[in-house]
């Protein structure tokens, strides 16, 4: 067993807190296995019988009348058998329920889903519900909205590396070149060869997601521009871009015209389905937003690479993505960081400059700065990745994560440098 101990401590704190607790991710990250085995197995070891933990998968043939609403309303009602006990309900993939016509109100346009569903059920004083699904804007926000204020999302990432690198069963000295290559989906560990490994990331994207968001959004076409838009963002993770430069791409390779707006709606399906997060750039010393250009990051980097056939083994780009997704597992806000400065030229002009700083991670009185970078053997290289973070005069923690395993160390002016799977395995570090 995969013990996901972060995500299971939650789902403790949570039980029996009276609200609807949502588990979202990409689909095959372990949201399953997480409420079905590991949360299962906890309540067993505190008591609680197999006949009160009502579970339905609504992604099996086997429960498919269950999409029905009030088929599956009145199945719950049906286990629910004594009063006096709690009941745990597991409703596995819920946006697979359909929304029906009122069979009540023959004549009304008004349809019934899983959201009336569960809210009646939640009038049953000894029952504990728990959803999950696949799909940000239906259960993040739309849903989370109509649940009233009474839905918790709890948000499951794949595999971090050091739930991977508990899990591996190789030599620990190939674990960090496993994980950048092929990823932490949890199914990537029980394959043996690349060929395996690849095949099983392809084909997540070929016959799930890719289908997923084309029959979610009713395209019937454009499955070729889908494919060219991941391609273009996985060659480009941790560059700037925008729809527009997106669009200009299309146009320049595929000497194929598409919108600015339909790079954008595109764009928001991958993140709706939890491929793709965005990160925006932020102004440090103006404690502002800065709109576009901004970075995207793929959820897991085995899909990104699998995406590219792994040709593109940039180990500097996806260090930057690996690093992304471990803060925000770690439940930090994060953005790219710009520091603008003003300095003289050689002839006396004033200029302007803006440098970056790969990520500012916030989480409530907390700030990170936190630059990657694969060396900083050399003194030039250390003073060229360090030199956004030296203008940042805070006294916020600052980071530079690079590839080798060194001892970590300050500098002079106060900068931490600590190596990847050190960083990765040691949560104090940002303690």
């Known amino acids: 067993m995969i013990e996901r101990r972060h995500y299971l401590d939650k789902l403790i704190r949570k039980k029996e807190n009276g609200m609807i607790k949502v588990i979202t991710g990409i689909r095959r990250c372990g949201k399953s296995y997480l409420l079905f085995e590991i949360y299962h197995q906890y309540l067993n070891s505190i008591g609680v019988a197999n006949d009160h933990i009502i579970e339905l998968a609504l992604d099996d043939d086997l429960n498919i009348r269950y999409r029905n609403p009030l088929e599956l309303g009145r199945y719950i009602r049906e286990q629910i058998k004594d009063q ?9 993939e819920i946006q697979k329920v359909a929304s029906i016509p009122n069979p009540y109100l023959p004549d009304s346009e008004e349809k019934i889903g899983f959201v009336d569903v569960v809210l009646g059920l939640m009038k049953i004083k000894n029952a504990d519900i728990y959803v999950t699904g ?35 069963e190789g030599d620990p000295r190939d674990a960090w070149h496993e994980y950048y290559t092929y990823g932490g989906m949890p199914l990537v560990l029980l394959q043996k060869t690349h060929e395996d490994k690849s095949k099983y990331l392809s084909d997540l994207f070929d016959k799930i997601y890719l289908d997923d968001i084309m029959n979610r959004q009713r ?8 494919e060219d838009l991941l391609n273009f963002i996985s060659s480009s993770v941790g560059s700037l871009t925008n729809p527009t430069k997106l669009a200009n791409t299309f146009q320049s390779v595929r000497n194929s015209s598409i919108t600015d ?21 932020y102004d440090v010393k103006g404690r502002k937003y800065i709109g576009s250009p901004m970075k995207y990051y793929f959820s897991d980097v085995g899909l990104r690479n699998a995406r590219l056939n792994f040709r593109q083994q940039e180990e500097n780009h996806i260090m930057e993505n690996i690093l992304y997704n471990e803060l925000l597992c770690r439940e930090f806000n994060v953005d790219v960081g710009v520091v603008e400065y003003h300095y ?20 409530d009185s907390q700030r990170f700065y936190i630059q990657s970078a694969l060396t900083v053997a050399e003194e030039s290289k250390r003073k060229q990745e360090t030199h956004s973070l030296r203008r940042v005069k805070d006294s916020f923690k600052k980071i530079v994560v690079v590839k080798d395993d060194i001892l970590p160390w300050y500098d002079e002016d106060g900068i931490y440098y600590v190596g990847i799977e050190r960083f990765l395995l040691d949560e104090n570090i940002m303690a």
């Open 219 to 226: 395209i019937s076409k454009d499955k070729s521009v889908l």
């Open 84 to 92: 006096d006990q709690m009941y745990y309900i597991f409703l596995d």
């Open 261 to 281: 707006d339909t790079i954008e709606k595109y764009l928001s399906y991958f993140m709706d389905a939890f491929l793709l997060y965005k990160a925006q750039r």
């Open 134 to 168: 696949s799909n940000s804007k239906m259960l993040s926000s739309d849903i989370l909205t109509e649940f009233r204020g009474r839905g918790d999302e709890i948000r499951v990432n794949p595999l971090s590396y050091a739930e991977f690198h508990a899990a591996y």
């Open 344 to 363: 003289k030229d050689e002839t006396g002009r004033s200029m302007r400059s803006q440098l970056e700083i790969d990520f500012v991670a916030h989480k």
